[in-house]
C-alpha cells in the first residue's frame, strides 16, 4: 500500500509557478544556534556546494510514480537540511575560536585553539566511535587543593557544535544511501515512466502537461543526484578528518 503523498514536496500544478525552476531558494535560517562570543551569522555556502533549496517536484499524473518523486524529495531535503546545519555547527566553532579564516571545513585548527585556550586547566581530546565523535573535557583539579575546575561556557559551546557536527556528517551519510537508491531507480525507469504518464493521460493537452512535468521531475533528479554526492563527499570528509585527530590523540 502506498504510503501518503507529502504535499509540500509538490509544486501547485493551478499556479503559475508551476514552471519555475524545482530547487527553489530557502529563507535565511534566523533560529540557528548563537555564540556566547556573539559571533556573526555563519556562512552557508561552500567552495564545492553552490546551489542549495528545497526540491520541489510536480505530479506527473501517476499515484506510483507521484509517490517514488514525492519520497525522493523529501529525503533529498531532509539531506540537505543536515548539511547545512553541519555547516553552520563547523563555521560557529571556527568563528568562536578564531580559525575562520577560509571557507573550508576542517575541524583541526579549531581543536588545537581550544587546546591552546583551555589545556591548562582542562585535559582536551576528541574521540570517536564509529560514525560518532565527540570532544572529551576532563577537568584538571589542583593537586594542592584538590579542586576540579568547572567547564567554561565557550569550551561548552564547543563540546555542543562538536556533537551537532557529528550527529549530521553522520546523517547526512545515512540519507545519501537510501537517496541514490530511489535517484538511480527514477533514472533507469525514465523511458517505463514516460508510457504510464502517456497512457494516463485524458487528453493530448494533458498528456503534454504531464510529459512536461515528467521530464523537469528528471531534469531536478540529476541535480539533486549531483548535490547529495556533494554533501556526503564532505560529511565523509569531515568524519575522517575526526578520525585522523581522535587517533593522534591516542
Given at each position: 500500500m502506498l504510503r501518503l503523498l507529502c504535499c509540500c514536496c509538490f509544486s501547485d500544478e493551478n499556479s503559475n509557478e508551476e514552471r519555475q525552476p524545482l530547487l527553489q531558494p530557502r529563507p535565511p535560517d534566523l533560529?540557528?544556534?548563537?555564540?556566547?562570543?556573539?559571533?556573526?551569522?555563519?556562512?552557508?555556502?561552500?567552495?564545492?556546494?553552490?546551489?542549495?533549496?528545497?526540491?520541489?517536484?510536480?505530479?506527473?499524473?501517476v499515484s506510483?510514480?507521484?509517490?517514488?518523486?514525492?519520497?525522493?524529495?523529501?529525503?533529498?531535503?531532509?539531506?540537505?537540511?543536515?548539511?547545512?546545519?553541519?555547516?553552520?555547527?563547523?563555521?560557529n566553532l571556527r568563528q568562536t575560536y578564531g580559525c575562520n579564516h577560509d571557507e573550508s571545513l576542517a575541524l583541526a585548527e579549531c581543536v588545537g585553539k581550544i587546546r591552546?585556550?583551555?589545556?591548562?586547566?582542562?585535559?582536551?581530546?576528541?574521540?570517536?566511535?564509529?560514525?560518532?565523535?565527540?570532544?572529551?573535557?576532563?577537568s584538571v583539579g589542583s593537586m594542592e587543593e584538590m579542586e576540579v575546575e568547572p567547564v567554561p561556557p565557550h569550551l561548552c559551546l564547543a563540546r555542543d557544535e562538536l556533537k551537532?557536527?557529528?550527529?549530521?556528517?553522520?546523517?547526512?551519510?545515512?540519507?545519501?544511501?537510501?537517496?541514490?537508491?530511489?535517484?538511480?531507480?527514477?533514472?533507469?525507469?525514465?523511458?517505463?515512466?514516460?508510457?504510464?504518464?502517456?497512457?494516463?493521460?485524458?487528453?493530448y493537452q494533458e498528456e503534454r502537461r504531464l510529459t512536461e512535468n515528467l521530464e523537469e521531475n528528471l531534469k531536478e533528479v540529476r541535480r539533486a543526484k549531483e548535490l547529495s554526492l556533494e554533501y556526503k563527499q564532505q560529511a565523509g570528509g569531515v568524519l575522517t578528518e575526526a578520525a585522523q585527530i581522535a587517533g593522534a590523540d591516542l
Open positions: 533560529d540557528g544556534p548563537g555564540s556566547a562570543r556573539q559571533i556573526p551569522p555563519a556562512h552557508n555556502n561552500t567552495p564545492s556546494v553552490k546551489r542549495t533549496g528545497r526540491l520541489v517536484v510536480r505530479r506527473v499524473g506510483e510514480l507521484d509517490q517514488r518523486f514525492s519520497d525522493m524529495a523529501e529525503t533529498f531535503n531532509e539531506q540537505q537540511q543536515r548539511y547545512e546545519t553541519m555547516v553552520r555547527h563547523i563555521r591552546e585556550e583551555h589545556g591548562n586547566k582542562h585535559r582536551i581530546s576528541l574521540q570517536i566511535k564509529g560514525y560518532d565523535f565527540s570532544l572529551n573535557v576532563v551537532g557536527t557529528s550527529e549530521s556528517a553522520k546523517a547526512i551519510i545515512s540519507k545519501g544511501t537510501s537517496l541514490q537508491e530511489m535517484i538511480g531507480w527514477l533514472l533507469r525507469s525514465k523511458d517505463h515512466m514516460a508510457e504510464q504518464v502517456k497512457g494516463a493521460a485524458g487528453t
